[in-house]
């Protein structure tokens, strides 16, 4: 059984993505200066917001670009030090 494209379902779900997503990433921001892996949280509340919205899947794959440097960066100078 497939749901439908559009009505009261797609909004729900939307609504529900939104919220949801939004309230991870807000936590994630948060841990920004609070104890806790915010390096997790932040782009896991943008991949739930990417399930429904364009702009969040731009911003993961941000995310995504900036945290494989930071680990090549990170591998490059270990290399270095050994």
Request: charged share 20%; aromatic share 10%; hydrophobic share 55%.
């Amino acid at each position: 059984m497939s749901a439908p494209n559009n009505g009261p379902y797609r909004t729900f779900r939307k609504v529900g993505i939104f919220i949801l997503g939004g309230t991870v990433l807000l936590i994630g921001i948060a841990l920004l200066v609070l104890p806790g892996p915010a390096f997790i949280v932040i782009p896991s509340g943008l991949a739930i917001l990417a399930i429904e919205f364009a702009w969040a899947k731009r911003w993961l794959d941000k995310v995504k670009e900036w945290a494989a440097r930071a680990a090549e960066a990170a591998k490059a100078k270990l290399r270095r030090t050994k």
